[in-house]
């Protein structure tokens, strides 16, 4: 049975944190030290990120911390992941246009990453992208995809997101919401077999099984 007593010895200032890295976890999986440093900061600390981790268990769930990308992420506890009945809560299923839009976004991060940060692109850019690749969206799917990735913390952007000029900052969160295996069968139908680079081998958010 876990003990929460750590809880009761928190300084004020501790707990509010704490309580945050929580609601933000479930809420959308992803903590991005880019998007919100004071959250990621307290969550990648060794002691609190033990912490929030017994305290999660308690529910099947753990958090993992990149630090080289500097991106915390709630995955299901290993021992749950077999386990029949247990609804994964914080998943969602993302659809097909949305996955394709992903990949663009996945494409840009890469190219850009390193060159320039933060990692910014315009919505002209991601529009030129989906057409090198016969990606077509309308303008409404686009802004529903914009709205949900930006929830999950896997984008930010301006307020003239329907614009060609409109700016959108890509987070490293984007390499990790998709299954591998997910990732792989859309760039083999979209992209050359080349441009999966080993930073995106990395098999973290399962978006095939996802559910609001």
Same mark, same amino acid.
Request: net charge negative.
């Given at each position: &049975?876990?003990?929460?007593?750590?809880?009761?010895?928190?300084?004020?200032?501790?707990?509010?944190?704490?309580?945050?890295?929580?609601?933000?976890?479930?809420?959308?999986?992803?903590?991005?030290?880019?998007?919100?440093?004071?959250?990621?900061?307290?969550?990648?600390? #060794?002691?609190?990120?033990?912490? =929030?981790?017994?305290?999660?268990?308690?529910? !099947?769930?753990? =958090? =993992?911390?990149?630090?080289?990308?500097?991106?915390?992420?709630?995955?299901?506890?290993? #021992?749950?992941?077999?386990?029949?009945?247990?609804?994964?809560?914080?998943?969602?299923?993302?659809?097909?246009?949305?996955?394709?839009?992903?990949?663009?976004?996945?494409?840009?991060?890469?190219?850009?990453?390193?060159?320039?940060?933060? =990692?910014?692109?315009?919505? !002209?850019?991601?529009?030129?992208?989906?057409?090198?690749?016969?990606?077509?969206?309308?303008?409404?799917?686009?802004?529903?995809?914009?709205?949900?990735?930006?929830?999950?913390?896997?984008?930010?952007?301006?307020?003239?997101?329907?614009? #060609?000029?409109?700016?959108?900052?890509?987070?490293?969160?984007?390499?990790?919401?998709?299954?591998?295996?997910?990732?792989?069968?859309?760039?083999?139908?979209?992209?050359?077999?080349?441009?999966?680079?080993?930073?995106?081998?990395?098999?973290? &958010?399962?978006?095939?099984?996802?559910?609001?």
């Amino acid at each position: &049975m876990n003990d929460f007593g750590f809880m009761k010895k928190m300084k004020e200032e501790d707990a509010v944190l704490f309580k945050k890295c929580i609601r933000k976890m479930l809420d959308a999986t992803f903590i991005v030290a880019d998007r919100e440093e004071k959250l990621y900061d307290f969550i990648s600390s #060794e002691s609190n990120q033990y912490d =929030v981790n017994t305290y999660l268990s308690a529910i !099947g769930y753990k =958090v =993992v911390v990149e630090e080289r990308m500097r991106v915390a992420m709630l995955q299901q506890a290993d #021992e749950d992941i077999e386990t029949v009945g247990l609804k994964r809560i914080n998943l969602y299923r993302f659809d097909a246009k949305q996955v394709k839009l992903l990949m663009v976004l996945w494409l840009l991060f890469l190219e850009r990453m390193g060159y320039a940060d933060p =990692v910014l692109i315009t919505v !002209g850019d991601i529009i030129d992208k989906c057409k090198i690749y016969q990606i077509n969206m309308k303008p409404a799917d686009f802004k529903e995809s914009y709205r949900i990735f930006k929830k999950f913390s896997l984008i930010d952007y301006s307020d003239d997101i329907t614009t #060609e000029e409109g700016k959108v900052r890509l987070y490293p969160s984007l390499q990790f919401c998709m299954d591998i295996g997910q990732l792989k069968q859309v760039m083999a139908e979209y992209a050359p077999e080349e441009e999966i680079t080993e930073d995106g081998q990395e098999e973290l &958010m399962e978006s095939e099984d996802m559910d609001e």
